[in-house]
DNA sequence: ATCCGGACCTGGTCGC
DNA sequence: TGCGACCAGGTCCGGA
């Protein structure tokens, strides 16, 4: 589900209910997601204060108190829920299934916060303090800071054969884009997704990259898109998929004034693009 | 080194 | 209405 802008609605949904909190209890109900959790998951997470809840990529962390971090990925379908002791505020979807909530933290201020994921693709870790932890590692420059610029970009793209599609969604070359904002970012700049990304010149590069960051700072500001599974962490939809020009819009005509094509969708690397071959070139 | 396809898992939708 | 095929926002890994 969840690209940067879903991850960063979630995180921005949990900070009041988390930072600054102490966990009170802590429960892990199965013993692994896409890996096993960390068989000290419980024992870490009860007592601990919460001192900041960050993003990086699509990873939410939450910095421990003197025990470093717990690190989250909500996969493709998985969701934080907040339910109060104040009914009414949040009510629950019955359609999140409760035999999906894997993990379920309790603070100090009697909220009950639930990661639930059905499809299970997603994880739950801990870092040790000091420490940074391998899936973090070998990440790419977040795209809306300012190490993300069109040198930078061009470097990761010099040489490479592979389509500029699949070098986009390659986290280590940027971090946190995914199907959705590549195929949206994309059209924007008017570069066909299957350019190699070695082949895009300097000044399409500079575009790509205020395309990208102006694409991703307009679906945060609308909370994400809530396609089949995403929701922000207060249960609301996000709205951002009433603003996709490509995504999804097979047939469609394309958005572009004045441009008269039809937006068209292909399979790469197994994956679905979609793009407008008239005025992305 | 680079790139691609398969694998992981469940659930929703669509066509018959 | 029921059932099977297909599709889905991610990313790790093995093999070419």
Redesign the pocket.
Known sequence: ???LP?VETVRRGLQPYLEGRVIARAEARRPDL?WPLPPDLVQVLTGARVTRLLRR??YILAELEDRGSLLL?L???GRMLIEGETQGEFHRDP?I?P??DHVVLWTDQGTRITFND????GMVDLVAPGATHP?LAHLGPEPLSEAFTPEALGRAFA?????VK?AL?D?RIVAGL???YVSEALHRAGIDPRRLAGAVAAPELVALVGHVRAVLEEAIAAG???????RQATGELGYFQHAFRVYDREGAPCPRPGCGGTVQRIVQ????SYFCPLCQG
């Not at 059905?118 to 693709?121: E, K, V």
């Not at 040489?159 to 389509?163: A, Q, T």
């Open positions: 589900m969840p690209e879903e896409r990529s699509k990925h996969g493709m379908s359609a299934l035999r999906h059905a499809r299970r693709f899936l040489g490479r054969r592979m389509p699949a969604l986290q995914g199907n959705i994400g898109s809530s396609l089949r599974d995403h690397s197994g994956r679905s």
